[in-house]
Each structure stands twice: as structure tokens, then as C-alpha cells.
């Protein structure tokens, strides 16, 4: 047997992998340090040589704007500006993430339906609004529905005396009462539903009965709320045309109406897209074993496929769901005063632009990272526990 | 055909009910959009304004520069399509012209469209030379499998054909001040030079991000969190007030310079995650194998993973650029680049057009050509994936 070749009792440092390890780290790293501060010393000259403001003392400011179907006042601080954009923005995307799931999945499940006419249509929706881009959709919203395509106040459709549909905004049905003791009710009932449907599925395990756990939690969660409605005394009041304007219910702005509209309309084809990849992927062998046992169509897809789908589609989806938060910037576009609206107002008003925008970008990144932790922490929830 | 319907539109009552609700709603929507296009629109508003629609305010003399390179990049692309390597597949003709309809159909209905707009000899012309091109480049290509030429390498095949193309385009940039680009020139303008420069940037931020060294691992990580967390737009509008202030003073950044940066950046940290996608897909015993046959570990990357990990996403790569290419309308408003639906939109406020409610027909225009654009990519790209094999295990 030849001998092996020896090796020598100490590695020279230049062939050492941990040390090289950490000199390429090290390198790295000063390149970027070299990087940084070459940005920065750019920044330093060219800030001496502009003389501009660069801190955050502009919130003080009075806004000097006011902010559509809202009490903000002129003379309040920049600070309380970005505060209600804030709130506008986080409307937007609630209501959008959940009109657009909604439909989305109508619009997936469609796709795959065995009706040609259905299937045909769902294609055709998905492939036309897939395929244009986001701002277009925005600005036919806004210039081509909104403001030509919805009549004047003057004559303004009035679908069933509930709805007011004007180029002023379209007005519906609302409740009367305080806001705050409403969403306590709502969240109390659906608490009280979640508890009513766990003790059914336990109930129901037990006795080896079919749970409808769902059923039994929409039927505790209706009462809840009806009962609490007849207890407080809230009534509805339905909008109706007044002079130049429309009068009770609650009035959605039309800017609001287009974003939304649009968002919702692009948000939902890419969803749609993702739910029906998802239903493809669900293993062939889960739907003809539910075949085999004799579920019914809606069974079938109800109880086997679909919440297997949507375990597949979650990381997917939860990146549509950012994608539809970080686009509702797009408001601007239409002057819809969220976040980007009204730092590129303040700008415009004079407060500083590089803090300003940096600050709305700080904002969008914090519920970026919030909402990817609710999905992921969903992620985990539904993720298949494998050994 | 009774089977046929009975299993397709009406298998039960419910059935019924929603083929006929949904056939309804579909024929509505072509009746109107028929009637749009032919009977109400008035598509004067596009004649009139068509050479600013699709090149902005090019200089007149200047826009056959614009017609070569048009022409040698169709003439390279179709070249390079038919002088791949490989055995060339005996197909019949009738097959042949059914499947280039499928695939080119929708972009020959199109120019045709255009010529029909620019409604001159001139742009009937231009489409005869377009298609002349395509037919010499079809040309071309064979004539590389059947003569010496295929003996050349890869790289200098594709260079042959793209550098003609390439150094057009560059002819053209040097000859008409970008700011005089505009409407659809622009946009793909955008779009393809920031896709090819945030290519090697995605690359490094992706092998970072799955690099074994932690600094690296976390500064990649950092990069692509703090990009993706953010919106474009916003972006696009603190480039357009701070870009000046973080590069040296001699340099002054125009519209285009600034969305180039940013779309560049941006678009580096969604690649970069694609091809992690990619990376991810490479079974551990690619890298193994190399190892075992004595490569370094940057050769390993190179030579090995990197390469099959890039294939293995290159739908996905197209996906992001389609992206990319729809974002590029985001210019327009927030940096006021004169892209296309920039264009769309200001051509209505024309005195001559003002008020009278023509949006529907310059957005129609301007979304025809995107979508156009967007789905004849995505066809092609899920051709590339069929081919690839990707999707089917």
C-alpha cells in the first residue's frame, strides 16, 4: 500500500478555511461599509451644499390641507396627517384583502368548473385583467367609471332606495350608534361563535355525529349580533340625494370607490390564478377517495379539497396579500389621501421631502412585516406536521 | 355535439341556470365591447396621435434608426429561434402554420392593427420588411445547422445575431437624447435595461442569501427584506427628490436615470428570490457530486448549481419581468417619465379632444398594447416551461 501523503502539522493560515472564511466575510462587509459611506459622504457634501432640513421636526408643522370625509382640520400637525393616511391606507387593504379572497377564490374555483360557459368566463377574466398593468386599471376606474360613466348627483341611480350612485361617490345603507360598541358586539359574537363551534366539534366527536361546526357558529354568531341590534337599539339609515349631495348612510368617496375597485379586480385575478394551482396540486387520490365514498360535488370540494388547497396556496396568497398593501400606494395616483397621498401633499407644502417619504416608506415597511408575521404564524398553523 | 352540451352546460338544474347567467354576462360584454369598437368609438384620437403613442417625441428624421433596429432584433431573435442546436424535427406545413398562428397570432393581429392606424404606405411597408426579416432570419438560422457554420461556439452564434441589434439600439441612443424617447419605446426601454441590471446583482444577493458565511447571509437577507417590504411607487418618488443628494455632484440625474436605479434595485431583490427558488430546487447530490470530483466551491456554484438553478426558473424570471414591464407605467406618474399611459392619458386633455370623453379609447389602446406585450411573454414562458419539463414531475 503507497503511503498518503502527508499533511503538514500546520495549515498556513492562507489555506486555513475557517480563516479564509472569515476574511471573504470580512471583506464583504468593508465593502459594504465602503459602499455606505460612499453614499453617505455624497450625502454629507451635498446636503452642506443645499442647506435642507433632514430631520423629522416638520411633523410639528401645521398640515395646511384638509382631508376629504374627514374632520381633519387645517391647523393640525403634519403628524395627525400621516396618522388619518395611515388609517386610510390600512382601511384599503382590510376591506380589498378581503373582497379580493372572496372573489379570487369564486373566480379560481370557476376556472376548474366542469361548465364550459363558467369555465370560459373565468379564463377570460383571469387572462384579460392578469395581464394589464395595475395603474391602468386604476385611472379607468377613476377617469372612465367614476367620474364619466356614473351620472351626476343631479340624476343619480338610486338601485332599490338603499344605494346612492352619483360621480360624487356612491352612498349605502349604514348603521346608527357608536362605532366602538359596535365592533366590541362583533368581536364578541364571533368569539362566542369560535367557543360554540369548538364545543360542537368536541360534542360531536364524541358521539361520532357529523359536527357542521361551521353552521352552528354562523347561526350563534347571527343571533349574537341580531339580539345584541334589538337590545342597543341601532337602527339603519339609507342615504338619500340632498341638494349637491347626498345625505345619511355612509358615503364612499369616488376615489376610494376606484382604488378599491381596482385593487380588489387585480388582487382577485392573481388569487384566482394561485387558489386553482392549488386545487390542481391537491393529490389526485384525495378527490376519488372522496368520489369513492360517495360526497357529494360541494362535499367534495368543501371538506376534501379545498382546505388542502388552501394549505398549498397560503404562502402564495399571503404574498398577494402584501402586494395588494404595498399597491394601495397607487391611491395617490387618484388623489385617495392614504399614506403616499398625503406625504407627497406635505411635500408639496413645503416640509422636507427626504424625511418625509423615508418616513412613509418606514410606515409601509412596518405592515409589510406585520402582516408576513400573521400569515406565516397562519402558515404554520395550517402546515402539514410531518415526522 | 348533444353529449357534448349536455355534459358541459347542463348537467343538472343549477347548472342550467349558471350556463345561461354566465352566457348572458359574456355575450354582453363582447356585444359592448363590439360596439365599442366599431360602431362608438372614435378612434381618430389614436390616428391622430399614434407616432407619440408608441415613440414620444422622437425626432422625425431619426425614427428610421428606430425601423433598423426593430428589424435586425426581429431578424436576430427568429435566427436564433431556428438555429438552435439539435436535430431538426420533420413537421408538416399545415401543423407548422397552425402553430406559428397560435403563437404569433395575437402580435401579427396587432401590427397589423398599427398599420392600419398609421393607415400610410410607409408603415405598410415597414410590416412587409418586418416580415421579410423574420423570414431571413429563419433563413439564416437553418444555413448555420447545415453548413460549417455549426461548427461555431454558442456564445459566438448569439453575438452574430444580437450585435447588429445591440449596436443599432446604441446608434439610436447616441443620436436621440433619451429624453426625447417616450410612449411604448419607453416602457420597454425600462423594462429591458433594468432587467439586465439587476441580473448580476440578483445573482449575488440570491448565493448570498444562501451562502454558509453569516455576515453574508444576513446582509443579502437584510437587502431583500427592506426592498420587498416597501412599494414601488413610494420608491419611485423618494428617488425622485433624493437620488441627488447620494451620488457625486457632477452627475445629474434625469427622469430616466432615476427610474433605472430604482427599478434596478427593486427588481434585483424579487429576482434574487426566484433564483433562491432556483437554487433550492438542485438536489443536494449535484453539489456532492462536484465536491466528490475534487471542484471548489466556486466552481461547484458556476459550473454546476448556478446554471441549473437559472434554467429551472426561467419562467419565473420571465414572470418577473413581465412584472417588471406592467410596473414601468409607475414611471409615468411618479417621476413623469413620458411612457405610454402617461401619454394615454395626456392626449385626452389635446384642446382638440378635451371633454369630450374619449379616455375609453386611448386606455383601450394603451391596454391593448400591454396586454399584447404581457401575454404572448407569459405564453411563451409557459412553452418554455412544457419544454423544461419544470411543472411536471
Request: aromatic content about 12%; charged content about 15%.
Amino acid at each position: 500500500m503507497s503511503s498518503l501523503p502527508s499533511t503538514p502539522a500546520k495549515v498556513p493560515f492562507y489555506r486555513n478555511l475557517t480563516a479564509l472564511k472569515w476574511a471573504l466575510q470580512i471583506l464583504a462587509l468593508l465593502l459594504v461599509f465602503a459602499l455606505l459611506f460612499w453614499l453617505y459622504s455624497n450625502y454629507q457634501e451635498n446636503i452642506s451644499k443645499s442647506n435642507i432640513q433632514t430631520d423629522l421636526r416638520f411633523l410639528d408643522n401645521p398640515a395646511n390641507f384638509t382631508i376629504p370625509g374627514n374632520d381633519f382640520d387645517q391647523s393640525q400637525p403634519v403628524r395627525d396627517a400621516f396618522v388619518q393616511g395611515f388609517l386610510n391606507t390600512i382601511r384599503v387593504s382590510f376591506v380589498g384583502i378581503i373582497l379580493a379572497t372572496i372573489l379570487g377564490t369564486l373566480v379560481g374555483i370557476a376556472r376548474l368548473s366542469k361548465n364550459f360557459m363558467v369555465r370560459t368566463l373565468g379564463t377570460v377574466y383571469v387572462e384579460l385583467i392578469r395581464n394589464l398593468p395595475l395603474l391602468l386599471l386604476i385611472t379607468f376606474m377613476n377617469l372612465g367609471v367614476v367620474l364619466q360613466a356614473f351620472p351626476r348627483i343631479e340624476d343619480a341611480w338610486v338601485p332599490f332606495d338603499l344605494f346612492v350612485v352619483s360621480n360624487r361617490g356612491i352612498a349605502i345603507p349604514w348603521y346608527l350608534g357608536p362605532t366602538g360598541q359596535l365592533v366590541l358586539i362583533i368581536f364578541a359574537a364571533i368569539v362566542i361563535a369560535f367557543v360554540v363551534g369548538k364545543l360542537r366539534i368536541r360534542q360531536a366527536d364524541k358521539s361520532g355525529t357529523q359536527d357542521r361546526a361551521w353552521v352552528y357558529g354562523f347561526v350563534v354568531f347571527a343571533i349574537v349580533l341580531i339580539g345584541s341590534w334589538i337590545i342597543f337599539g341601532y337602527s339603519f339609515e339609507t342615504p338619500f340625494v340632498e341638494g349637491r349631495g347626498t345625505t345619511g348612510g355612509l358615503r364612499i368617496d369616488p376615489s376610494l370607490f376606484a382604488l378599491l375597485a381596482s385593487l380588489v379586480i387585480y388582487t382577485s385575478s392573481h388569487i384566482a390564478e394561485i387558489v386553482r394551482g392549488s386545487i390542481l396540486a391537491v393529490n389526485r387520490g384525495q378527490g376519488e377517495a372522496a368520489d369513492a365514498i360517495a360526497l357529494s360535488g360541494s362535499q367534495k370540494m368543501r371538506l376534501i379539497i379545498l382546505p388542502q388547497a388552501f394549505r398549498i396556496a397560503m404562502p402564495a396568497i399571503g404574498n398577494q396579500y402584501l402586494n395588494l398593501i404595498k399597491n394601495t400606494s397607487l391611491g395617490a395616483t387618484i388623489s385617495y389621501f392614504e399614506l403616499t397621498q398625503v406625504a407627497q401633499i406635505t411635500v408639496g407644502n413645503g416640509s422636507p421631502a427626504v424625511p418625509a417619504f423615508t418616513l412613509t416608506l418606514l410606515v409601509y415597511l412596518g405592515i409589510s412585516l406585520t402582516t408576513s408575521l400573521v400569515v406565516n404564524y397562519f402558515n404554520r398553523r395550517l402546515a402539514l406536521v410531518e415526522r | 355535439m348533444i353529449t357534448w352540451i349536455r355534459r358541459n352546460l347542463f348537467r343538472s338544474v343549477t347548472d342550467g341556470i349558471l350556463t345561461i347567467l354566465s352566457s348572458a354576462l359574456l355575450f354582453y360584454v363582447i356585444w359592448q365591447a363590439l360596439q365599442f369598437v366599431f360602431v362608438t368609438g372614435r378612434w381618430e384620437i389614436i390616428q391622430v396621435n399614434l407616432k407619440i403613442l408608441l415613440v414620444g417625441r422622437f425626432p422625425d428624421e431619426l425614427i428610421y434608426l428606430l425601423g433598423f433596429s426593430l428589424l435586425a432584433l426581429v431578424f436576430g431573435i427568429s435566427s436564433l429561434a431556428a438555429g438552435g442546436r439539435g436535430p431538426g424535427k420533420q413537421i408538416k406545413l399545415a401543423r407548422t402554420i397552425w402553430e406559428a398562428f397560435q403563437r404569433f397570432g395575437l402580435l401579427i393581429a396587432t401590427g397589423a392593427l398599427l398599420i392600419a392606424l398609421g393607415g400610410d404606405m410607409a408603415s405598410l411597408l415597414f410590416g412587409l420588411y418586418v416580415i421579410l426579416a423574420v423570414i431571413a432570419g429563419r433563413i439564416f438560422g437553418s444555413i448555420r445547422r447545415k453548413t460549417a457554420l455549426s461548427k461555431l461556439p454558442g456564445i459566438v452564434w448569439v453575438l452574430i445575431n444580437v450585435l447588429p441589434a445591440l449596436s443599432l439600439i446604441f446608434i439610436s441612443i447616441s443620436q436621440a437624447a433619451l429624453e426625447e424617447w417616450g410612449g411604448f419605446l419607453i416602457n420597454f426601454y425600462l423594462a429591458i435595461v433594468s432587467i439586465a441590471l439587476c441580473f448580476p446583482l440578483g445573482i449575488l444577493l440570491a448565493l448570498g442569501r444562501r451562502s454558509a458565511l453569516p455576515l453574508l447571509r444576513w446582509l443579502s437577507t437584510a437587502y431583500i427584506e427592506l426592498i420587498r417590504g416597501a412599494p414601488l411607487f413610494v420608491l419611485l418618488l423618494l428617488a425622485g427628490v433624493a437620488l441627488e443628494f447620494f451620488i457625486p455632484a457632477s452627475i445629474t440625474p434625469d427622469p430616466i436615470f432615476r427610474s433605472v436605479t430604482v427599478f434596478t434595485l427593486f427588481t434585483a431583490a424579487y429576482l434574487a428570490e426566484v433564483i433562491r427558488g432556483g437554487l433550492q430546487s438542485i438536489p443536494k447530490g449535484q453539489a456532492e457530486a462536484g465536491k466528490a470530483l475534487g471542484m471548489s466551491a466556486t466552481k461547484i456554484t458556476v459550473l454546476i448549481t448556478l446554471p441549473q438553478a437559472l434554467r429551472n426558473v426561467i419562467p419565473a424570471q420571465i414572470g418577473q419581468f413581465i412584472s417588471l414591464f406592467k410596473d414601468t407605467t409607475l414611471a409615468g406618474v411618479a417621476l413623469s417619465v413620458f411612457e405610454l399611459l402617461n401619454v394615454g392619458t395626456a392626449i385626452t386633455k389635446q384642446d382638440d379632444y378635451l371633454g369630450q370623453g374619449l379616455v375609453y379609447e386611448s386606455l383601450a389602446f394603451v391596454g391593448l398594447l400591454f396586454w399584447v406585450g404581457s401575454y404572448v411573454m407569459s405564453r411563451e414562458s409557459q412553452r418554455i416551461e412544457k419544454k423544461l419539463g419544470v411543472g411536471i414531475r
